[in-house]
């Protein structure tokens, strides 16, 4: 089983399982509520660490390009910074080309994809929206926002791993 040692994120699991458990399952008979708000709690865990694990990747991917002293910096906006952030030192000519070179190329990568992927995918991971909040801003059901980005993400890394970008 898995254990979620925030805790603040823990019991935003357990208040979004009793929620599910009331709004899908209130009329059910009361000595069923244990069972299902076990299977709940353990499919909304699950979701959490996915979804830990894509927005760690993409959050680190795009980190790199971020000063460190601006957290509501766009990545793909912030072009340029005064130091490198893996040496300390003065960035040179070539690593900020690099840079930038890459930023577009993920820019372009995410202008093609479908547009409710990247709808779904710049709400989940650039606003950090949660899937009942993306679910209502574009007008469907949370499993669909998951496969859009899922889709979205999948589609992303190859591409991207295909242009020589390593994630």
Known sequence: MFAVHEEEAAL???QDSMLKLAEKYGDH???????LFQRIL???IRDWYRRSKVRSMWTTLLSAFTPDDDDDADPLETLAADEDTSGGGIRTPESKLLQAQTLNIIDDEIKKLPARQREAFLMRYWEDMDVAETAAAMGCSEGSVKTHCSRATHALAAALSARGIKL
């Open 29 to 35: 008979p009361a000595d069923e509520f244990p069972m």
């Open 12 to 14: 935003d699991i357990v």
């Open 42 to 44: 353990q499919n909304t």
